[in-house]
């Protein structure tokens, strides 16, 4: 990132206008008509894992405000042989979309091009969530539940599916679609694998895993897999 780059050269360059508050409202930040808003933003940007490097902004409408609206931008710096950045922007996209339609929570995304992507700022890691209480709350185990069916039914194979999620308070949410889950593929990924990786997971954050729940969690990954079969069956 060079010494010459503004956040508001880069939302005008997105939206493609020629104003930051033309930007702004074009890509769906702000109402059309709301002023230009009060803007926080980070001081640099910073790693966000090996493909990215992310920037973050807050909007309020004026100094006092709290900064309760954020929004995040992640420059691709991924490399795949034979892959311009526009493409492998275009796979992350294709599985967020893959992940939402089977009812899992993902940022909101606003645009994505000329190499970035900008979506919602999701303000609390999971993990953060699930350290502050060994006993992690059962309507989030649902979710992981749901999250770790979403991967088996559409053949991803995670690497570390679980371990950079985050949450807006009540929520999973995922905001990494590169190559910690990989692409899908047509072949149903192993459910025990899955799962495995999915209490590992927990047991690292140092969640309390009784049988109990473990039999919970694998019952509510299995329920969500047979309701995707008999959609299927019933859309055929």
Request: aromatic residues 10%; contains cysteine; negative net charge.
């Amino acid at each position: 990132m060079g010494n010459e780059w503004t956040l508001a050269a880069e939302l005008q360059k997105l939206a493609r206008r020629d104003s930051l508050v033309e930007s702004l409202r074009h890509l769906g930040v702000i109402a059309e008509t709301s002023p230009c808003p009060v803007i926080s933003e980070d001081s640099e940007w910073v790693r966000g894992g090996t493909e990215t490097y992310i920037y973050r902004f807050w909007l309020h409408e004026n100094a006092a405000e709290p900064l309760n609206q954020g929004f995040i931008i992640k420059a691709c710096v991924a490399f795949s042989f034979g892959s311009e950045l526009e493409e492998i922007l275009l796979s992350w996209v294709e599985r967020r979309k893959l992940l939402a339609a089977f009812g899992i929570s993902t940022p909101k995304l606003y645009a994505f091009g000329e190499g970035v992507i900008l979506e919602e700022l999701i303000p609390y890691p999971l993990e953060e969530l699930a350290r502050s209480s060994r006993r992690i709350e059962q309507s989030l185990l649902i979710q992981l539940a749901q999250l770790a069916a979403a991967y088996s039914h559409y053949g991803f194979k995670p690497i570390r599916g679980f371990s950079d999620l985050r949450s807006r308070g009540q929520d999973v949410v995922v905001v990494d679609f590169g190559e910690d889950i990989g692409p899908p593929s047509m072949k149903n990924s192993s459910s025990q694998e899955i799962l495995a990786q999915l209490f590992e997971q927990l047991s690292t954050w140092g969640v309390e895993l009784s049988t109990e729940i473990q039999t919970e969690t694998s019952r509510a990954f299995h329920a969500f897999l047979q309701a995707t079969q008999l959609d299927i069956k019933e859309g055929s």
